[in-house]
Every structure is written in C-alpha cells, then in structure tokens.
C-alpha cells in the first residue's frame, strides 16, 4: 500500500513538474496568441485612414493606420489594441473619433498584423515609441488610449514621454496578477517573463487620466481598475460601465465617457489660450 501511495504522489508530481514546465515555455502563446500573426484588412477603416509606416529603435519597420488631427489645436489619440487583437479591431473606435475631430494612429506591434518580429514586453514597449516619435513630429497635442494588453503598453510609455493624457479601457494592474488569480496552483510570480506593472507606474504620470472598464469583466476584474485608480496620482476619473464584459465596454457606455474626457481636455486648453492673451 505504500508502495502504491508513493508511486501516486511521484506520479502527481511529475505531472506537476510538466505542466509547471508547459505553462513557463508556452507563457508567450498565452500572452500574445499566433493566430493574429496575419494581415487584417478593413475596407472603411482603409478609406478613412493612411498605411504609414514606423521604425522602431530595434530596426523594424511596423506598419500602422493615421489620421491626422483636422487642425492644429485637435489632438492625435495613439490607439493601443489588446493581446488577442489587431489594429482592425480598433477601428470603430478610431472612426468614431475621427469623426468627432481628432487625429488618430493605431498602432500595430511586432509580430501582430504582418508586422516582423517576436511580441515581448520590451518590443511592444519599442513599437509604441516609434508609433509616438512618428505622431508627435505630426501633432502638438498626444492623448494614449490603451485597452488590456495595451494597457500596459500606453503607461509604459506615458511614464516616458510628454502626453496630454492618458485613457485606459479595461487595464490590470499587472499582467502577473491576472496570471496568478487564472493559474492559482503554479508560482507565477516567479515564472512570468513579461510583466506589464502598470500598478508601479501609474503614480509617475501627472497627465489627466480616465480609466473605464465594464462591471462584469471576468478577464480583468473591475478591481484592478479600482487600484490603479488609487494608486494614479492628480488629476484623474473613474468611469464603471453597468453590464459591460471585456471585449463591449466602448459601446455599452465607454465612448461617452472617453468623448466627454476629450472634450473636458479642449476646453481646458481654450481657457489656456484665452488667459495667456
């Protein structure tokens, strides 16, 4: 009987041992899925909006979609997807606020749409700086929106660079507290390669900030929109949306909040003009 015990216990460890191993070697798929590897094409997307093309520091050519802002007061919104995406799948944002007058640039990362490369935290935080250099030389005014993976990707670079704003749909906190609540039984914290901590950063961004996710998000709990909001520091809003999941928060309430942001923000710049003359 013994025997039998001891034969189950190293039989149960083993299988441990291999899905430990299995989940460290496959934690890239798991973050950045293969099958958004090809090119998306949106034929309204196409017709309102350029295929640029932007360089990163790495030596990779990335191509993007651009709009530029109506004028020069307008400000230029830096789309950033989430990991099971595309640019294309931003679209009906970025229409809607072209529409509303602002320029916009989704950006695309390696490995994502045709793009070169391999997805890493430290690439997408790359390609988000070369999606910038490339908007900044075009606009005076930048506003970051970044959605789940994006998210991270957006306060990464907010904490970097010179920005008007910051929006965040659905943001975590970091990628490995949403790892370690999916995978209880394994030592994530250990094994993650890629991290995204938005929660150590966010405090270090003195830009106005909006953060709005759904109430049933079963992906990223509405609680990491609670902390991050916490933690961020000045001028900042917190926008629930009653009903929303992780993938519908702009259309079940989202754009209000996100056009009502834009708006408080051109209006705060006109006051800005009218008192400096």
């Not at 294309?88 to 606020?97: D, K």
């Not at 929006?167 to 094994?191: G, K």
């Not at 830009?207 to 000045?234: C, E, M, N, S, W």
């Not at 001028?235 to 942001?261: N, P, S």
Request: some cysteine; aromatic content about 10%.
């Amino acid at each position: 009987m013994m025997e039998l015990l001891g034969l189950l216990l190293a039989a149960i460890a083993l299988a441990y041992l291999a899905a430990l191993g299995a989940l460290y070697w496959l934690q890239g798929r798991l973050v950045y899925p293969l099958e958004q590897t090809q090119t998306v094409v949106d034929a309204t997307l196409d017709a309102h909006t350029q295929l640029i093309s932007v360089r990163t520091q790495d030596g990779l050519d990335l191509i993007a979609r651009y709009r530029a802002p109506p004028d020069a007061a307008s400000p230029t919104i830096l789309l950033f997807h989430g990991n099971g995406e595309d640019l294309t799948q931003r679209a009906h944002i970025a229409l809607e606020l072209i529409e509303a007058g602002y320029g916009v640039l989704l950006a695309e990362y390696r490995g994502y749409g045709g793009n070169p490369g391999k997805p890493h935290e430290a690439g997408l935080y790359a390609d988000a700086r070369a999606a910038y250099a490339y908007a900044a030389e075009r606009s005076r005014s930048i506003v970051l929106h970044g959605y789940s993976l994006g998210s991270g990707v957006a306060v990464q670079l907010a904490s970097e660079c010179r920005i008007d704003a910051l929006i965040l749909e659905a943001p975590f906190t970091s990628i490995v507290d949403v790892a370690a609540a999916r995978f209880r039984l394994f030592p994530v914290r250990y094994l993650a390669r890629d991290r995204y901590d938005n929660l150590a950063k966010i405090a270090s961004i003195h830009a106005p900030l909006l953060i709005y996710g759904g109430t049933r998000d079963f992906v990223i709990p509405p609680a990491h929109f609670q902390r991050l909001f916490d933690a961020a520091k000045g001028d900042k809003h917190l926008a629930f949306i009653e009903g929303a999941d992780h993938i519908d928060v702009w259309t079940k309430g989202g754009r209000a909040h996100v056009m009502q942001f834009l708006a408080s923000l051109k209006a705060r710049d006109r006051q800005k003009v009218h008192g400096a003359d």
